[in-house]
């Protein structure tokens, strides 16, 4: 192919290659943007016969910068003398002028592997094996046809589905060249032996967003695997102008959809969609996610929160499997659940169902239970033990219970004697305002919190269970929190992570994991993911960047910021995909990684929107891709909608 020549080798070695050209050859060739991909071959007319058997192999370049030749230092004294003496220039100077050097890095070397049926494959290894003298070889730019082949050779798959096309720069190129689609196997994704991870780094509105929906559509349309979107604004699970639609309406009949308050959307049901479920909460067996809830929505649904509720508000209820131990913390405990049965009074007190037979830790000073038992409205439906008050009791008596020892506190305060070893009083002041509120002494008290009943169902913990089990089956669960602040959504995702990390490693442990493979979407992973490695045996996120990918748990994530990530979680990551970057710190971070070194730079010039630098498992070293714009209309409107935009 003489006429994509571009140059012949001034020096190689096995990381580098200097190529000489020259204008005539470049323009032949459409230009040489910087990081084009261009191929190496010894030339079989230059070569003995020793070294004949070399001549299949290609190795792969990226330009990286244009060099000084030889005698770049004569070249440019004589354009500077000729500019100084406005001179004409005579045609045999002038083609002395179009000779230039370019700088490249080594890819990797193809060659012809033969398989079985005596046919040969496309291989391909990441160095040289070996090099001969630079004059014996040629440099030649692959025509875009022989490109697509080149940079898809990698995948298994024997369909690969597009994510984009090759891109070397932002500015369009003054001759218009036929797209190279870049292709990837959506394994890449979901992984085969073991789960895979995906990052997804750039600021925020330069395609994110889009390209997490396109890895999401790319693992659909193949069915490779169950799926759990963590929805933070609710462009995923509904119907939105952008994308003409959305997965969840592209997919219909292999997606459920769950909400904290969800919404129909008339294109949705023209469509033949159904509402998303309700992701409703045990407010008494999650009460942290569930007192979440209540204050992430408050002023939306009530207003400004009232100054005798700001002591609830201001309460961080730990989960009930983070309360203290009581065998070896017995103070520790009484206190946990000395404010937790107080909350479950004022969630009682406001009409929240409560669970069958449920019963609450209630243990308060000898005198105080001595009054209790005596009084004659609340006495008789007290739970005893030897004729004296149990330390259960059910939940039906826990308000009046506690309206009672809140009438003590304000008779009589010795009843509660403060710690005799820190002086503490006996009720925090988290504890006083919470009682205050179940008193019903201030505003309305616990009825104000009536208003979130709709969040809570005795079942709600059944929730996860579904959402894991149905990704668990294959389908794609998207989960809108939407409607909920930074601390809803966060305990709500640990709650689904933790459950499915739970049941993958049950399936593990009973040797029943067979191919079931999950995807996790997180956005903003830097505000789940911890730097600090010490959490692990705690932190559900930690434990997915180090365990997860062994229990069949895979993750997209996406962060603007590559330094706030866990080392183990970017350690453990196969697939980078990286749109723009403004801070010299985080390229630093990305030049960690191998297959961006040479590139990595780029991202800081690049803003496009979708114009991405990307390797992936089957694509072994990072290419410049413009990745294609998301279509979220069911697939037969999509098709249509193709077909006659080419008509």
Same mark, same amino acid.
């Given at each position: ?121 496309? *291989? /391909?290894? $990441? ?7 630079? @004059? ?5 730019? !692959?025509? +875009? ?111 459920? *959809? /769950?909400? $904290? ?7 949705? @049901? ?5 509402? !998303?479920? +309700? ?369």
């Amino acid at each position: 192919m003489p006429e994509r020549l571009l140059g012949f080798v001034l020096h190689l070695s096995y990381e580098e290659v200097k190529i000489v050209t020259c204008d005539p050859w470049k323009r032949q060739c459409g230009g040489v943007p910087r990081n084009s991909l261009v191929l190496i071959r010894l030339s079989p007319a230059m070569v003995s016969d020793a070294e004949s058997a070399s001549c299949d192999r290609l190795i792969m370049v990226r330009i990286t910068e244009s060099i000084p030749t030889p005698v770049d230092a004569d070249v440019q004294q004589a354009i500077f003398q000729i500019h100084k003496a406005q001179a004409a220039v005579d045609p045999i100077t002038n083609k002395e002028f179009q000779w230039s050097a370019l700088k490249g890095k080594i890819v990797g070397t193809y060659y012809d592997k033969d398989v079985d049926s005596g046919k040969a494959e496309i *291989r /391909f290894g $990441l160095d040289v094996d070996t090099f001969f003298s630079p @004059h014996y070889y040629e440099v030649y730019v !692959p025509s +875009s046809e022989h490109l697509e082949v080149l940079v898809n050779a990698f995948s298994e798959d024997p369909n690969p589905l597009e994510i984009g096309d090759l891109r070397y720069t932002e500015t369009p190129p003054v001759v218009e060249k036929n797209a190279v689609p870049v292709k990837v196997d959506p394994s890449d994704f979901v992984g085969k032996s073991y789960g895979h991870r995906t990052a997804l780094f750039g600021k925020t509105r330069f395609g994110k967003s889009n390209t997490m929906k396109v890895v999401a559509d790319t693992i659909l349309a193949r069915n490779a695997a169950g799926q759990i979107i963590f929805d933070p604004s609710g462009e995923y699970t509904y119907w939105n102008e952008q994308d003409h639609g959305c997965l969840a309406i592209r997919y219909a009949g292999r997606c459920r *959809r /769950f909400s $904290l308050k969800p919404r129909a959307h008339p294109k949705e @049901h023209a469509q033949g969609l159904q509402e !998303p479920e +309700s992701l409703l909460v045990n407010f008494y067996e999650q009460p942290d996610v569930g007192h979440s809830i209540i204050f992430s929505l408050w002023e939306g649904e009530l207003g400004r929160v009232p100054d005798y509720i700001v002591p609830a508000q201001g309460w961080e209820p730990l989960p009930l499997a983070a309360s203290p131990n009581q065998a070896t913390d017995r103070s520790g405990y009484a206190h946990y659940w000395r404010t937790m049965s107080i909350w479950y009074g004022i969630l009682k007190e406001a009409g929240f169902q409560t669970p069958p037979s449920m019963n609450v830790y209630i243990n308060f000073p000898g005198a105080v239970k001595d009054r209790l038992m005596a009084d004659q409205h609340l006495g008789p439906s007290l739970t005893t033990n030897g004729g004296k008050m149990s330390e259960k009791q059910p939940i039906a008596v826990v308000p009046a219970l506690l309206k009672k020892v809140y009438q003590l506190l304000q008779e009589n305060p010795n009843l509660f004697p403060a710690s005799k070893t820190t002086g503490e009083p006996y009720f925090s002041t988290t504890e006083e305002g919470l009682l205050k509120i179940l008193s019903g002494t201030v505003g309305t008290g616990a009825r104000k919190f009536s208003r979130f009943k709709p969040y809570h169902s005795v079942q709600g913990s059944d929730v996860f269970k579904e959402i894991v089990e149905s990704a668990q089956k294959g389908m794609t669960v998207f989960v809108d929190l939407s409607m909920g602040d930074e601390r809803v959504r966060k305990a709500l995702a640990d709650r689904v992570s933790k459950s499915l990390l739970t049941s993958q490693m049950q399936l593990f442990n009973e040797n029943k994991l067979g191919n079931r493979f999950v995807v996790l979407y997180f956005e903003e992973a830097h505000n789940l993911f911890p730097k600090s490695d010490k959490e692990v045996d705690t932190d559900v996120y930690n434990k997915l960047a180090k365990e997860g990918a062994k229990f069949h748990i895979s993750m997209v994530y996406a962060t603007q910021s590559i330094s706030t990530l866990s080392p183990d979680l970017m350690k453990n990551t196969e697939n980078f995909i990286v749109t723009h970057l403004d801070d010299d710190r985080e390229v630093k971070e990305l030049e960690h990684k191998r297959a961006f070194r040479d590139i990595a730079a780029d991202v800081e010039r690049i803003t496009s929107k979708g114009y991405v630098r990307m390797a992936t498992v089957s694509l072994p070293f990072a290419l410049p891709v413009q990745i294609r714009k998301f279509e979220g209309a069911p697939i037969s409107q999509a098709i249509s909608v193709s077909n006659d935009s080419g008509a």
